[in-house]
């Protein structure tokens, strides 16, 4: 059985009149797309949902990646609270959660750094 990453810290954010990223995002953000190097794959998988939620099998047709790949990093993303799954089974479909909507810019930034377009 593959290990799955997990952060440990809470990604709560904080609320003074709108949200407002926490540290404790951001850092969420930046050690699940640097701190391993199957980052750039899960930054891609955020990017291709975010442009279109998808089950397993459309991410690694469109992404060319082998479906067990597929399947960990998604594993990580929902772990870690980056993305929701809607539905069950083989065409459950996956979705970019409500903290990643929020602070998308921050990843985006972090997708530059990492080489990503």
């Known amino acids: 059985m593959n290990k799955v990453e997990t952060y440990t810290e809470s990604p709560t954010a904080t609320l003074r009149g709108n949200l407002i990223m926490s540290s404790a995002i951001r850092r969420l953000i930046w050690w699940v797309f640097t701190g391993s190097r199957g980052g750039p794959n ?19 047709t469109r992404l ?14 929902m772990k870690n609270h980056l993305f929701i799954e809607v539905g069950e089974g083989y065409g459950a479909m996956y979705f970019l959660s409500p903290d990643l909507e929020v602070n998308y810019d921050e990843f985006l930034q972090i997708w530059k750094k990492i080489g990503g377009s």
């Open 64 to 77: 060319g990646m082998d479906y067990k790949t597929v399947r960990h990093h998604l594993s990580v993303l």
């Open 42 to 60: 899960r930054a891609r998988l955020v990017v291709a949902v975010k442009e279109q939620p998808m089950n397993a099998n459309q991410l690694a």
